[in-house]
């Protein structure tokens, strides 16, 4: 069972990597802002899940932090992403 292990994370590593390649595909070549957010939006998420194979990968608990920090900052950009587009602005006065 143990050598089953560094076969599906790599193999997840991969997928990754092509889900992320075609969100920024997306990210540059969007025909709307809503699609470019959402784009945005999904690689944040790609690259938290890639961070967490990795501490899958090595055994560090740092990994699982610093996934956590990546969540919440993409979390509230898209937060902020979707209010300038609805609103025109971030902050209001």
């Known amino acids: 069972m143990t050598t089953l292990l560094p076969w599906a994370v790599s ?7 092509i889900a992320m390649l075609c969100a920024a ?6 025909p709307a802002a809503e699609d470019r957010v959402l ?11 890639v961070t967490l194979t990795l501490g899958i990968q090595y055994g560090s608990r740092v990994y699982f932090d610093i996934a956590l920090l ?3 900052f993409g ?5 902020a992403m979707a209010k300038f587009l609805l609103r025109g ?5």
């Open 70 to 72: 990546i969540a919440l």
């Open 39 to 49: 784009a945005l939006d999904t690689l944040y998420v790609n690259c938290m899940i």
């Open 89 to 93: 602005e971030v902050i209001e006065p």
């Open 25 to 30: 595909l997306r990210l540059l070549r969007g």
């Open 75 to 79: 979390f509230v950009g898209s937060a």
């Open 11 to 17: 193999f997840a590593l991969i997928a990754l990597a």
